[in-house]
């Protein structure tokens, strides 16, 4: 690689960059990734520095990592948007954006970030099934079943890979939890086209969702599994997703001091790690309860206080206000924190 010119040393750093994620090796993917991005203003190719910065992002969001993964974005956006030529790299990076301001909370910001990338798709139709997935799950957290629903459509409507295929199916079946109706069939599909090797952050999470209609003793297996790989991968978000269900699990399963022993260590992680694709909101309302089944009553209701506030104020200052009464009363976690809290 070093006898290459610069730009086929960039090309071939951010290539390798995105095998190591795919093949569950970030942190060496994110020294790729790096490197890639050095070498781009050198090699004059500001796209290519605006796609790296925005792969580096996806690399940390995968770990976690939301708000190093912001700060990356913002580094893409302006490699991007300070030349003309690099105005093409855009499409991906207002995919990335929209879901990592999705997973941060901050939901307002995420839908005008959907808004632009749907507008940035229509130039790259292939995408346009990942970006209604991001809106989907958006939907799902501000509490739009319906405008969920016609999101899941939109991205069914052309052929799409079969990972792909899997991450749809998964949604569908958050959407019928949402709706309190029967999800079995959709997290089943899901569970079967998930990939079997790589990707282990989307196999991990439709794990963690298919486990929901398993019994709780039987489910209780699946996230200290997702948890250990997840540690063992540098996967940290992956890891505390799996914390939260394992806290749920082994309460519905009677095991009262491990649900106690999970919802701890849930807590206990650092308060820059955020559960990959799982809403937060669920952290505080699995270890409240956990807790609370566990005896630890006090801390409990630390807990759900803590979730409850956090309710408030995003509703109040990241929710678009004709969806704020939906995001408090029709998004499940929000409604069961609030009446735990009360």
């Given at each position: 690689m070093k006898h290459g010119s610069e730009a086929l040393q960039q090309s071939f750093c951010n290539d390798l960059a995105c095998c190591l994620d795919n093949a569950d090796a970030p942190r060496e993917a994110q020294e790729m990734h790096r490197h890639a991005i050095e070498l781009a203003p050198r090699a004059g190719r500001p796209d290519e520095a605006a796609t790296a910065c925005t792969n580096l992002?996806?690399?940390?969001?995968?770990?976690?990592?939301?708000?190093?993964a912001m700060a990356?974005?913002?580094?893409?956006?302006?490699?991007?948007?300070?030349?003309?030529?690099?105005?093409?790299?855009?499409?991906h990076l207002d995919l990335a954006t929209l879901a990592i301001l999705r997973d941060l909370g901050r939901f307002d910001e995420a839908l005008r970030a959907g808004e632009l990338a749907l507008l940035s798709l229509a130039q790259h139709p292939v995408a346009l099934p990942v970006g209604h997935g991001h809106l989907a799950c958006l939907w799902l957290h501000l509490g739009q079943g319906a405008r969920a629903r016609q999101s899941l459509l939109a991205a069914q409507a052309v052929p799409v890979r079969v990972f792909l295929q899997a991450r749809l199916a998964q949604l569908q079946g958050r959407l019928a939890v949402a709706l309190d109706r029967p999800a079995r069939a959709s997290f089943t599909q899901a569970q079967a086209l998930a990939p079997q090797a790589g990707r282990t952050v989307l196999q991990s999470m439709i794990a963690l969702d298919h486990a929901l209609v398993l019994p709780p003793e039987q489910a209780l297996a699946v996230p200290q599994e997702v948890v250990q790989r997840g540690e063992r991968l540098g996967y940290a978000g992956v890891a505390l997703a799996g914390r939260i269900r394992a806290a749920r699990f082994a309460r519905l399963a009677g095991q009262t001091d491990q649900a106690r022993q999970w919802a701890r260590a849930a807590l206990d992680t650092p308060p820059d790690i955020e559960p990959d694709d799982l809403y937060r909101g669920e952290l505080w309302l699995q270890a409240a309860l956990a807790l609370r089944a566990g005896g630890a009553k006090a801390a409990a209701r630390d807990a759900a206080d803590i979730g409850a506030n956090w309710v408030r104020q995003r509703a109040q200052a990241q929710v678009p206000a004709p969806f704020r009464d939906s995001f408090v009363h029709r998004n499940p976690v929000n409604r069961d924190l609030l009446a735990l809290a009360g």
């Open positions: 992002a996806t690399s940390l969001r995968n770990c976690g990592d939301m708000q190093g990356q974005l913002l580094q893409a956006r302006r490699h991007a948007l300070g030349y003309d030529e690099a105005l093409g790299a855009t499409w």
